[in-house]
């Protein structure tokens, strides 16, 4: 990488960090806000070029990574059936129905590279989706639909990207052959994923060094990444099976390791999600440069076409897959027909897309691959400002909420938090009896201060159903507690930094006891 484009990647990031930050204190979607800017400035700054090996080995990997930490396996169980039909399913549906329809328009274009233009724009990037879903109060089973979907479809529509490329550079691809290689890339993907998750679970149950544990964390997503890839296996499915192996077995690390690691990849997300959607946007002088010597009516009414193709596809896949899952019984917890709408407009493609146009071989005729580059740019942009911009509006308008979900998760910890209580209490109990002798004064202090905190947090689950929002009279005694709390902590801190400034205090003390201070304040907002 040479000085100027690093240069202009920090900008890049500079700027989309302060983009990002604006969209965060509004409340707004962040990657939508990204993507507009990145429009507005892009005929004003120099041309930043999106490299597709940074995209897919370098912004890729974590962000897949961090997905499948924090996803939960057990929900994804309980929709293989519809994640698998929207990943597996979807893509290839979405991939032929593009790829005929850009060959009618465009029969000059070679059939091969119709089918590439198709398994570019097939996979959505639910991030916009997620994050929007997840403000609004989306269900669980939609959200975890959404999620499931974006971490397995990259591996097949990238496959197909292959396939097809391949046959277009390279000549005629049998249907066995292109499904070998499906297979391949699959199977040879889980393979790779399940033997690297042993691999490196048996490194963290004898490393019990949060730090290291961390460390070692970040370098995971490409490792896995680039084995995969190098035996032409999928390296998308390898780091999302190695990201929900250990992502199910986070319980048996220490609190400093869950501490960090959820610290780590939320500002990894932020940074990474804020740098790919503006480079987005940026790339809109590159791409209309490219088709200088195509009719503006003409190129504009080929993206219209392709765009619409997109979303409607995914429409009626959508209602598709919902009606074969119900006369398929059991198994799956069935979106309703409001869910159902919802999921079938949550498909705004993101960077994979752009990244994989961009990585077209220059085999490739100059003029089939701008057009190819342009069409997918048009579509990621359209679906991420047309489908992203209403897709609030829509959830409002549907009243698909997760409200219900709240109350069974609130009921289900406050039981869980009484069970939890009991069984430390007993516990405590039963050390207390096998100590020799009577507990002096300060023992006893100690023990009733265990119970105390112990009652406290069940308590406060159990106050949470009852609708306490901490306003006026409907403040609860938990959140008169933290609210009293937290100022007490304003103002020991402000003693602490005093008595450094007057030299009384040595500033790794302050350190010290402002980290204390700090995990307890940490402690009252969770």
Do not use: C
């Amino acid at each position: 990488m040479n000085p100027t484009m690093g240069l202009q990647l920090l900008l890049v990031a500079a700027g989309a960090i302060g983009v990002a930050a604006v969209a965060r204190r509004k409340g707004w979607p962040a990657p939508l806000l990204l993507v507009a800017a990145g429009l507005l400035v892009s005929p004003l700054v120099p041309a930043v070029p999106l490299e597709p090996e940074l995209v897919l080995y370098v912004f890729l990997p974590p962000l897949l990574y961090s997905a499948a930490l924090d996803s939960s396996y057990l929900r994804l169980r309980d929709v293989k059936r519809a994640v698998g039909l929207l990943s597996v399913g979807l893509v290839l549906f979405t991939t032929a129905v593009v790829g005929l329809v850009v060959h009618l328009l465009l029969p000059e274009l070679p059939l091969a590279l119709a089918f590439a233009l198709g398994a570019i724009i097939a996979p959505p990037d639910a991030v916009a989706a997620v994050a929007v879903g997840r403000r609004l109060g989306l269900p669980r089973t939609s959200l975890t639909i959404l999620i499931g979907e974006s971490l397995f479809n990259d591996a097949t529509a990238l496959t197909l990207y292959r396939v097809a490329i391949g046959a277009a550079v390279g000549g005629a691809v049998s249907l066995w052959q292109g499904l070998g290689e499906f297979l391949l890339a699959a199977v040879g993907g889980v393979a790779i994923g399940l033997a690297l998750a042993f691999v490196f679970a048996w490194l963290f149950e004898r490393t019990r060094d949060s730090l290291v544990e961390n460390t070692l964390m970040l370098l995971i997503p490409f490792a896995a990444y680039l084995a995969a890839e190098s035996v032409h296996a999928s390296g998308v499915i390898a780091v999302v099976i190695v990201g929900l192996y250990l992502g199910n077995r986070m319980h048996l690390r220490g609190f400093g390791t869950r501490l960090v690691s959820d610290s780590v990849w939320k500002v990894t997300d932020f940074f990474l999600e804020a740098v790919v959607f503006a480079l987005i946007g940026l790339q809109l002088v590159t791409v209309v440069e490219g088709i200088a010597g195509y009719s503006p009516w003409a190129v504009a009414g080929y993206a219209a076409a392709v765009l619409f193709v997109t979303i409607v596809a995914r429409f009626v896949w959508v209602f598709a897959a919902t009606y074969l899952i119900k006369m398929l019984g059991r198994g799956d917890r069935r979106p309703t027909v409001p869910q159902t709408v919802i999921l079938g407009w949550a498909g705004m493609r993101g960077v994979v897309s752009l990244a994989a146009a961009f990585a077209i071989p220059p085999d490739v005729p100059a003029r089939d691959r701008a057009m190819l580059l342009f069409l997918t740019f048009t579509t990621v942009i359209g679906t991420l400002l047309i489908q992203g911009t209403t897709f609030p509006a829509l959830i409002r308008r549907l009243r698909v909420t997760s409200e219900q979900e709240q109350y069974e998760d609130r009921l289900a910890e406050a039981a869980a938090q009484q069970a939890a209580l009991e069984a430390g209490l007993a516990e405590l109990e039963r050390l207390v009896g096998e100590q020799e002798g009577e507990p002096d004064e300060i023992q006893k202090q100690v023990i009733d201060q265990l119970r105390e905190k112990s009652w406290r947090r069940s308590l406060t689950a159990w106050e949470r159903l009852g609708g306490g929002t901490g306003q006026g009279g409907d403040e609860t005694p938990s959140v008169l507690y933290r609210r009293l709390r937290r100022d007490m902590l304003q103002a020991e801190r402000q003693v602490f930094v005093r008595m450094r400034d007057e030299r009384r205090l040595d500033d790794e003390v302050l350190r010290e006891v402002m980290a204390q201070l700090d995990f307890e304040e940490a402690i009252l907002e969770r």
